[in-house]
């Protein structure tokens, strides 16, 4: 590869981290600045780009002797601007050289302390876009280290803040605009206190100056702020035929908003704001007027370091909008001042005015209903959209008709022009079929309706429309408020009188509104109602209609409880005006009914044909999911009449909008939280929660303070524009109002909604776009804010805000008190540290159980200045489930493999699976056939015959059950069935009543099973092996009956097998000689024992045949040639004569035997030794001879016993031989036991071991008939014994009397009654001592000294003669031990 | 198989009679010991020296026999013997010479 080749891919290696920034920081001529070309760059430096290229977050840094300049994209797009690509690779000082004396001295800073800096929104001026431009920037130096731990450079991580900075600026000083408190003031205190507002924004609007135009086309110098009154740029005024004005009045006059260059004679000497410079531009801005010509214009000094944007524009447009409406405010107020003495006259005119008017309406209005009944009974079939149209006009008509009658009753009832018919009528009859008009209406709102009207004894003079609307009116206004309970209509003749009662249980009146309940035109505020429909005018109607019946109205009411009215009619007719009783006439009830019903019906859900509620939110529904673009302007109406709801939606969709419409404010506010619309359009009278309830609480929520609100009312006049206004709604519009206007509203709302909000959309969008659940929680834990992946991953949404602790998702403290704990944990470390991480348990809405990793910062509200703590979090409930399984598998995997069998596998396993599940118990029945299954259980006490029958016919059932299917029950616990290999095992698990078995659990164990399964089959298989492993080793291993004196030890390395490689042997030769061999096979486990079992069944063979060591060495050199794997055995090959303590012997490569001799001097019988076996030589096997001296030790042993890592051999020699010389007083048996544990490392030997052991002379054993004549041989066998043990005569002698009188003593006492038994001798020597015990087979008299002298004789003999006796007397014999020391 | 014991009277060159036994003395011959012991000192006309120097092993039944004879008999022994006899107590009620 050339070395330029090489350059250019390095280069792109230390770039490679951005395709776009690092394609031009690759043509930058590096070899030109101070660092060099890229492939001499240091490792620190290449590692500081590259993670500089890779980062999504702006980024620049500076690094060497100039601080050269490097930068990411993020950096490029947010800050760099027209400096790109020309700043890569120059001196740092050179690209920001404007903002150098900023922030220079902070980067020598971070170089010479290595101290990282931290500014928040610092104004910095740049150049980046051809001027000087006005920007805040949130940024922190930190230093960067060369190879060498030199400061060599600095990153810079930067966020801008200039929009955020500005933004705050603007909004404060639109606020600023809208915070006087006093709502009515003169034109020109407005205008002052505008003027002195906008002053306050130095930076944004260096001067002002607000113009009015006259009606001449002038313009007047209202007001200037930041300026002088006198200056030439703000004369007093314009003059409309001004040829040269100083501010184009003409085209603000048309509406348009023209920017000026202030660069004229006008515009010298400036004032410079809050700037050094003065503004270079103005912006003029018309003050709308709606429906005229703008009232004026604003003047505003552009900041000159800011360009004229569309956020700037629309700041000044807003600004220049607040001024508007206060000039429209307080020009209206005026107004109306001047209106008010004019109201009067008006009052006055208007009973009459009523009276004419309604009178002048029933003439259209019956020619609009008529012909639109014509319309209805002729078009209705044809098609539903025109029967609907119908159907909305024929019931407005009605509702229409109905207001008009009622306006014209009244006025004729004042104008004392009510003309009233009487007749008698059956009061009860007529009473009672006027209620029946409202029963379906009354049952469908879920209310009970009792009429109770027995007829009366007389009837009653009235005339009869009036009676209807009395009764209509007083069943409406029930119904309208009452939610719950009963309507009670009531006829009783009392004291003379027909009383009428109407009761409900409604709302009630409160006590003070009392005295104005039958007042016209008054209404009661803010009481719940089905309707907030209605002109007040109802009750005044009734008292007056029954005033004229000559009868009187009460009512009585309780809140909460119900009212009461209650109308008394005197029977007879002389109270009447004699000409207007007239005779009954029979008739039906009239046409007057038919609207208090319609009306009423429309109160009630579901009660309209094509509007109820749901199918309106239903089509919402379609058009967002389906056909909407996504940035078309979504619109909330709410509105409480159905008609009105279903136009405004009509309208609104038809311009384009998607609309959702609700029914009351409550269900707007929830839809709201909810769906985020752009605008709301509510009326502001509504039952429940009213339009200026609405507003304040959408303005009290984080996520909807911004959203704007239009407000339509019916209700006229300033007073109700400004409380809504004040209440905080963005506009107003009044009933009636033209379709085009409320559209041109809804438009410009949204529009400067959305310039306006953009911010608060924009964290909105960014918190709803986090895949991790993000939430808000005040300092008592309750969660006020969530975004979308909240919902998604708990299910509860923003509707529900707040939720406070004990939050929803909390697992029952009932069911799952440990997961309820655990999440109460996690709520005082939330609540009480400043930052954390937790995963906790959680349930999802539906029930189903997550597991939640979260972690939190608290962070200072910067609003409010409360503490409030921000978390996000994620769903790792499939992690937590993995690593359970994981963990719990590896668990049962360690179980399995460490039990030798079945049964220690299975009671493993159920030990695990209880741990697993903190079960009570766990039961396993393995069903093999037999009468009864296989049981076992954690649980020591419980058997299969002592379980309940219930558990035994579980067991039972789950045997039952395919295999590895899960059986849960969730009282008990649950149960699964599984392949054990002996048959099927029902495996149980009790969890206890309190705990649920939950669907992990049954994954979990359905797993496990399944592992469990192939588990025991696994097992079986080893165990097989082992079984079958064990046999082998006891068929080949060694003799199974060795010669007396012999201790042998066996350990293999490889587990579970318990053979090797290694091996022992002895042989018993003809001429009474024994062979004894220990050999080593290469390798460990089955493979080495087959080799092994082999060589020294050959060995065995050889010496049968030879005794010679050598030759049979020799000979098995031949057969280890034909084995494979028998190469390099090693073998220590020897014949003892056990009588003399001669051995010859031979070594085929094996560490040498070991003689301990009494006095502790030892012998390594390293002589006769050769090569390993199956390794040429030409030499002879040499063969050695040696004598084991009475008493000694002899040892032979493999390698393993004494070899260690890191040590030396001769070392674990040493260690051998220092624990035989400590032994060789103990029983040879013990011996061999001391060796195996002192030469075992702390783990257990990692080799095979096989250690033989022997002590000359070996044991004497013998066995004689209890008879006198008997004793002769005895003492000759042990005679000889005694010798070879080395004993000097006099010892050997006392040995032998002692013996003697031992067995004597035995025939004598033991067989006295019993002759004929056995007795048996046995003798041990070790290296200081003799052991001799005699064990009869019967019972010892008591001794008889007068009888039996010589035998007590006997006893101070043995006593004498030896170092220590006891006789254990037994009910099978007595055995004498004797020890006789050797010194 | 009965126990090896060979008993020999003779005279010193003195004449005093001597018992001498060779081979071993235990219960299964110590009757045959009695016997001719008790002939042998009825024989005697005064002391009878018993020379046990041949004799391999002797017991607590063969040392019964001596007992009863202690005021007539005279012991020659091995030092093999010796402890036994000591122990058994006959050194002190009698004269046991070493040979």
């Not at chain 1, 929830?670 to 429940?688: E, K």
């Not at chain 1, 096979?1081 to 049968?1104: D, E, N, P």
């Amino acid at each position: 590869m050339s070395s330029a080749a090489e350059r250019s891919s390095t280069s792109a290696d230390v770039f490679a981290g951005d395709g776009e920034i690092g394609h031009d920081l690759g043509q930058v001529a590096w070899a030109s600045t101070p660092l060099g070309d890229p492939s001499g760059w240091p490792q620190s430096l290449r590692t500081a780009v590259s993670i500089l290229l890779s980062s999504r977050f702006p980024m620049w840094m500076a690094w060497g002797p100039d601080l050269t300049f490097f930068c990411n994209a993020a950096y490029r797009r947010d800050t760099l601007g027209r400096k790109y690509p020309w700043a890569l690779g120059r001196p740092a000082s050179e690209v920001w050289a404007e903002i150098w004396p900023d922030i220079g001295p902070r980067i020598d800073r971070v170089l010479s302390t290595g101290v990282a800096t931290w500014d928040q929104a610092l104004l910095l001026f740049l150049e980046r876009s051809g001027y000087r431009e006005e920007s805040y920037h949130t940024f922190s130096y930190s230093p960067l280290r060369d190879d060498d731990n030199a400061l060599v450079g600095m990153l810079c991580v930067v966020s801008e803040d200039t929009e955020r900075v500005v933004g705050e600026r603007r909004m404060t000083t639109l606020r600023d605009l809208g915070s006087d408190p006093s709502v009515v003031r003169t034109e020109e205190e407005m205008l002052t206190f505008a003027g002195r507002q906008l002053s306050r924004n130095g930076l944004d609007l260096p001067f002002t100056a607000i113009y009015l135009l006259d009606d001449d086309g002038s313009a007047r110098l209202a007001t200037a702020a930041g300026i002088s009154a006198g200056h030439t740029a703000v004369p007093r005024t314009i003059a409309a035929d001004d040829p040269t004005p100083v501010w184009p009045v003409a085209a603000l006059v048309r509406g348009e908003s023209p920017r000026v260059p202030l660069d004229g004679a006008p515009f010298v000497g400036l004032p410079t704001g809050a700037w050094s410079q003065p503004p270079a531009q103005a912006l003029l801005v018309p003050l709308l007027q709606q429906g005229g010509t703008p009232y004026g214009f604003l003047v505003a000094g552009l900041n000159r370091y800011r360009p004229l944007d569309d956020g700037y524009r629309g700041f000044l447009e807003l600004a220049a909008g607040h001024v508007a409406a206060g000039i429209a405010s307080a020009r209206s107020y005026q107004a109306q001042q001047q209106r008010a003495e004019q109201l009067a006259e008006i009052d006055r005119a208007k009973t009459a005015f009523f009276s004419n008017i309604s009178h002048e309406f029933r003439t259209p209005l019956t020619l609009i209903m008529g012909p639109l009944e014509e319309l209805r009974s002729r078009l209705g079939d044809t098609d539903q959209g025109v029967r609907e149209e119908l159907q909305v006009m024929h019931r407005n008509g009605l509702r229409l008709g109905k207001l008009v009658t009622a306006l014209l009753d009244f006025s004729r009832i004042e104008a004392g022009r009510m003309q009233a018919r009487y007749e008698p009528v059956d009061l009860a009859a007529v009473t009672a079929d006027l209620a029946s008009v409202f029963r379906s209406a009354v049952e469908r709102a879920g209310l009970t309706f009792e009429v109770d009207c027995p007829p009366l004894p007389e009837p009653v003079y009235i005339d009869r429309g009036m009676w209807e609307k009395v009764v209509l009116n007083l069943l409406s206004n029930a119904l309208k408020f009452t939610f719950d309970g009963a309507i009670r209509v009531r006829l009783r003749a009392e004291d003379g009188r027909a009383v009428v009662t109407v009761a409900d249980t409604g709302i009630g009146v409160p006590a003070e509104e009392m005295p104005r309940l039958f007042e016209r035109f008054h209404r009661i505020d803010n009481a719940r109602s089905r309707s907030n429909e209605g002109s007040g005018i109802g009750l005044a109607l009734v008292r007056e209609l029954v005033g004229l019946q000559g009868g009187d109205i009460s009512a009585d009411s309780t809140v909460g409880e119900g009212t009461t009215f209650t109308i008394g009619l005197p029977f007879g007719s002389v109270h009447l005006p004699p000409g207007a009783v007239a005779a009954a006439e029979e008739r039906d009830i009239s046409a007057t009914a038919e609207p208090f019903v319609e009306e009423a019906l429309r109160w009630l859900p579901h009660a309209s044909a094509t509007s109820a509620p749901d199918e309106v939110v239903e089509r919402r529904v379609q058009e967002t999911t389906t056909d909407a673009p996504p940035n078309r302007a979504h619109v909330l109406v709410a509105d409480d009449n159905a008609d009105m709801r279903e136009y405004l939606t009509r309208l609104l969709r038809s311009a384009g909008y998607r609309v959702e419409a609700v029914d009351d404010g409550r269900a707007a506010l929830r839809s709201a939280r909810v769906n985020q619309p752009d605008l709301v359009v509510s009326d502001v009278m509504m039952p429940g929660l009213d339009g200026l309830q609405l507003v304040a609480a959408l303005r009290a929520e984080p996520r909807t303070a911004g959203m704007p609100v239009l407000l339509l009312s019916a209700r006229a006049g300033q007073e109700a524009s400004i409380e809504g206004l004040e209440a905080g709604a963005d506009d107003y519009l009044v009933k009636p109002f033209a379709a085009a206007e409320l559209l041109a509203r809804v438009r410009t709302n949204v529009k400067l909604a959305r310039l306006r909000n953009n911010h608060a959309r924009w964290r909105t969008a960014l918190v709803d776009s986090l895949q991790e659940a993000f939430f808000v929680c005040d300092d008592s834990g309750a969660v006020i804010e969530i975004n979308t992946t909240f919902t998604d991953i708990l299910g509860y949404g923003p509707e529900g805000l707040p939720y406070t602790a004990k939050h929803p998702w909390w697992p029952s403290l009932e069911t799952e008190p440990e997961a309820h704990q655990q999440v109460a944990d996690a709520l005082t470390l939330l609540t009480g540290q400043t930052t954390g991480t937790y995963t906790i348990p959680v349930t999802h809405r539906d029930g189903h159980r997550l597991w939640v990793a979260a972690a939190f910062n608290q962070v200072q509200d910067p609003d409010t200045g409360r503490r409030v703590i921000v978390g996000t979090f994620r769903d790792v409930t499939a992690e937590h489930y993995a690593v359970q399984r994981e963990s719990a598998l590896a668990a049962l995997s360690i179980r399995l493999s460490q039990a030798d069998n079945l049964a220690d596998a299975l009671h493993g396993v159920l030990a695990e699976l209880k741990g697993l599940w903190r079960a009570t118990r766990v039961l396993a029945a393995v069903f093999d056939g037999s009468h009864t299954p296989t049981f076992a259980t954690t649980d020591p006490h419980q058997r299969w015959d002592t379980l309940t029958d219930q558990r035994r016919q579980i067991l039972i059932a789950v045997r039952d059950r395919p295999l590895l299917t899960t059986v849960a029950d969730q009282t008990t616990g649950v149960g699964i069935a599984v392949e054990h290999p002996h048959g099927t095992m029902a495996l149980w698990i009790d969890l206890g009543e309190r705990r649920p078995v939950t669907e992990q659990d049954e994954t979990l164990l359905a797993l496990l099973a399944g592992h469990l399964g192939q588990g025991l089959h696994r097992v079986q298989q080893i165990d097989q092996q082992r079984e079958t492993a064990l046999a082998l080793q006891r068929a080949i291993l060694g003799p199974a009956q060795l010669p007396s004196g012999f201790a042998v030890r066996y350990a293999p390395a490889t587990r579970p097998l318990k053979v090797g490689g290694d091996w022992y042997d002895t042989i018993s030769l003809v001429d009474g000689q024994i062979a004894i061999v220990v050999g080593d096979c290469v390798g460990h486990g089955l493979q080495a024992a087959t080799v092994m079992g082999q060589l020294r069944s050959a060995c065995r063979a050889l010496l049968l045949q030879d005794s010679s060591p050598s030759r049979t060495l020799t000979a098995l050199d031949r057969f280890a040639a034909q084995l494979p794997g028998a190469l390099c055995a090693t073998v220590f090959c020897g014949v003892l004569d056990p009588t003399t303590g001669r051995l010859r012997y031979a070594s085929a490569g094996h560490p040498p035997a070991i003689v301990t001799s009494p006095d502790g001097t030892t012998r390594m019988l390293d002589q006769g030794h050769s090569r390993p076996l199956g390794v040429r030589g030409r030499a002879e096997r040499p063969e050695a001879e040696e004598l084991v001296p009475p008493r000694a030790t002899l040892m032979l042993y493999t390698d393993g016993l004494v070899e260690r890592r890191r040590q030396p051999l001769t070392a674990g020699i040493d260690h051998v031989v220092a624990v035989i010389q400590n032994g060789r007083a103990h029983p040879i048996e013990t011996l061999a036991t001391d060796v195996m544990n002192q030469l075992s490392p702390p783990g257990g030997y990692d080799d095979d071991v096989a250690v033989l052991l022997y002590r000359q002379p070996g044991p004497l054993e013998l066995e004689f008939a209890a008879e006198r004549g008997g004793l002769a041989p005895v003492r000759s066998a042990l005679r000889s014994w005694l010798e070879r043990c080395g004993l000097d005569p006099t010892k050997a002698y006392n040995v032998l009397v002692a013996a003697g009188e031992a067995c004597a003593n035995a025939i004598e006492h033991g067989h006295r009654d019993n002759p004929g038994g056995r007795i048996h001798l046995r003798a041990t020597a070790t290296a200081d001592g003799l052991h001799v015990s005699v064990t009869d087979s019967g019972r010892w008299k008591t001794p008889r000294p007068d009888v039996d002298t010589h035998r007590g004789r006997g006893l101070v003999l043995m006593r004498a003669l030896m170092d220590a006796i006891t006789v254990t007397p037994g009910a099978t014999g007595t055995t004498i031990e004797m020890q006789a020391r050797i010194p | 198989m009965s126990t090896a014991l060979t008993l020999t009277t003779s005279h010193q060159p003195d004449g005093t009679p001597v018992l001498t036994a060779a081979g071993e003395v235990d219960m299964s011959n110590a009757d045959e010991f009695a016997v001719a012991l008790t002939r042998a000192v009825e024989a005697a006309p005064g002391q009878l020296t018993v020379n046990l120097t041949e004799l391999q092993y002797l017991d607590s039944a063969g040392l019964a026999v001596l007992f009863p004879h202690v005021e007539r008999i005279h012991l020659v022994t091995s030092p093999l013997l010796a402890p036994v006899l000591t122990i058994a107590g006959l050194a002190d009620l009698m004269t046991v010479t070493p040979a």
